[in-house]
């Protein structure tokens, strides 16, 4: 059983930045391909980037790509997301999810652990 807790969300302005932390547990991390997702109030879960379990393949949805950057550290057990030049339409709660194997997906019924989310807020 793998547990995913994030952490770095907050109330920030358009233009700003944040740093998001997903810390696993009670599982071997490296055996998992991981994801972040997003969901914003009254909207379905959408993916936002996902990266392989050994760091070597990341993708990204088209709404972030330039912006985020998906990247792990195996040794310590954490998967991030670097956010640059955040939008008002970036405000979500983000979550990680992590799937066992080496590949990530963008459909979330296919990940096996998720974490309670962080809340990001992004004011004009």
């Known amino acids: 059983q793998v547990q995913l807790v994030e952490s770095g969300g907050g109330l920030v302005q358009a233009g700003s930045s944040l740093r998001l932390s997903c810390a696993a547990s009670g599982g071997t991390f490296s055996n998992y391909a991981m994801g972040w997702f997003r969901q914003a109030a009254g909207k379905e879960r959408e993916f936002v980037a996902g990266i392989s379990w050994s760091n070597s393949n990341t993708a990204y949805s088209d709404s972030v790509k330039g912006r985020f950057t998906i990247s792990r550290d195996n040794a310590k057990n954490t998967v991030f997301l670097q956010m640059n030049s955040l939008k008002p339409e970036d405000t979500a709660v983000y979550y990680c999810?992590?799937?066992?194997?080496?590949?990530?997906?963008?459909?979330?019924?296919?990940?096996?652990?998720w974490g309670q989310g962080t809340q990001v807020t992004v004011s004009s």
């Open positions: 999810a992590a799937t066992y194997g080496s590949r990530w997906y963008s459909n979330p019924t296919l990940y096996d652990y």
